[in-house]
């Protein structure tokens, strides 16, 4: 199977739209989306309700994954951190890791015609 790399981003829920236009604006199509929570360095932070002080631990996050032939991963990586970049702690990350086998499920193809 030629090399395919497979993306994961996590992200700011608020700059999903920015980040999913960006990767169509390079030609990348076909990527999953999971709401999730967590923290970094930042550790959460704490908040006032209704005089009581609490901490938040895990923030809302958004992860993207998507999977892309070898040659447009470093464009795909870019165009994940232009968008995604607001400057602040928090912004997220991006992980990059090798898939040994993509099939389509409806037709069986494999490798990058499954992609």
């Given amino acids: 199977m030629d090399p395919v790399k497979k993306i994961e981003a996590i992200i700011k829920p608020f700059k ?3 980040v999913k236009d960006a ?3 390079i030609g990348l199509q076909g990527i999953t ?3 999730a929570r967590g923290f970094g360095r930042q550790r959460g932070h704490t908040e006032l309700y209704r005089g009581a002080e609490y901490v938040v631990d895990f923030l809302p996050k958004v992860k993207i994954e998507l999977v892309v032939d070898d040659p447009l991963v470093e464009r795909a990586v870019e165009a994940i951190q232009q968008a995604a970049n607001t400057g602040r702690i928090g912004d997220g990350k991006i992980f990059i890791s090798e898939v040994e086998e993509a099939i ?6 494999r490798g990058p015609e499954a992609i």
């Fill in 23 to 25: 990767l169509q604006d």
């Fill in 33 to 35: 989306v999971i709401e």
């Fill in 104 to 109: 389509r499920i409806r037709t069986g193809e």
């Fill in 16 to 18: 999903l739209d920015d």
